[in-house]
């Protein structure tokens, strides 16, 4: 079982930067991809980013795409959403996200199976 957890989140004004961190363990870190889900207030969980196991795929949402950029190290075991330009519809809490298994079949949240704490994002206005 992999355990994953999430830093980095906070308030930021809108056009605003943050960049969140997910740190793992208890798994082969570099054999697996990794993905970025939000959640917002009285919303499902959403898809926001991906990427494969090596960094060179990436898969992102249509509402992130060219703000937002995820990226790995695998001697750090630890994968990174960098997010450009917010916006206050980014607010939402953050989750790192684990596949059930190696790859990315670009499924969205039923790809994957552990999840971190969670990190909250406030973009305000």
């Known amino acids: 079982q992999v355990q994953l957890v999430e830093s980095g989140g906070g308030l930021v004004q809108a056009g605003g930067s943050l960049r969140l961190s997910c740190a793992a363990s208890?798994?082969?870190?570099?054999?697996?991809?990794m993905g970025w889900f939000r959640q917002a207030p009285g919303k499902e969980r959403e898809f926001v980013a991906a990427?494969?196991?090596?960094?060179?795929?990436?898969y992102y949402a249509d509402s992130v795409k060219g703000r937002f950029t995820i990226s790995r190290d695998n001697a750090k075991n630890t994968v990174y959403l960098q997010m450009n330009s917010l916006k206050p519809e980014d607010t939402a809490v953050y989750y790192c996200?684990?596949?059930?298994?190696?790859?990315?079949?670009?499924?969205?949240?039923?790809?994957?199976?552990?999840w971190g704490q969670g990190t909250q994002v406030t973009v305000s206005s």
């Open positions: 996200a684990a596949p059930h298994f190696q790859y990315y079949s670009g499924n969205g949240i039923a790809d994957f199976g552990s």
């Open positions: 208890g798994r082969t870190f570099s054999s697996y991809a």
């Open positions: 990427i494969s196991w090596s960094g060179v795929r990436t």
